[in-house]
């Protein structure tokens, strides 16, 4: 596997399996975004898409922000997808990505105080999530 430096948005009901390198598969059915993590290391980075949590922006090319910080995979990447190129950040260090997962959950739970619960969905993708959260 090579690194991935662009991508480009499939708009799916749900991911294929596996997801093509250099695709960002948003499924709107789920609200999710899905990507191989563009290091090379080949592992899914699942994101959800709320206002509290990661947008998906297309303009003609795709944008995810903010940063995805792969802190659950081996490769350690941290990233924006910018009109379709990867946007390399500094790897987040222990500390760092403490700080984000705290910003992350607060920022989580601003959002459900204010908002209805949401229903409960099919667990595939949450399965997905556990995996790379
Ligand atoms: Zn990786």
Do not use: C, Q
């Given at each position: 596997?090579?690194?991935?430096?662009?991508?480009?948005?499939?708009?799916?009901?749900?991911?294929?399996?596996?997801?093509?390198p250099g695709v960002l598969y948003v499924s709107t059915d789920y609200s999710t975004a899905g990507h191989i993590c563009p290091s090379g290391c080949g592992r899914e980075?699942?994101?959800?898409?709320?206002?509290?949590?990661?947008?998906?922006?297309?303009?003609?090319?795709?944008?995810?922000?903010p940063s995805v910080g792969a802190t659950g995979l081996p490769c350690n990447s941290h990233y924006f997808i910018t009109r379709g190129e990867v946007d390399w950040q500094d790897p987040l260090d222990a500390a760092n990505a403490v700080k984000a997962q705290a910003t992350d959950r607060r920022a989580l739970t601003n959002y459900r105080a204010q908002t209805t619960p949401l229903p409960m969905r099919p667990n595939w993708w949450t399965r997905l999530w556990r995996r790379v959260g």
């Open positions: 596997m090579t690194e991935i430096d662009h991508y480009i948005a499939n708009f799916v009901e749900s991911f294929p399996t596996p997801m093509e980075v699942v994101t959800k898409l709320s206002p509290a949590r990661w947008r998906v922006i297309f303009d003609g090319e795709v944008s995810l922000k």
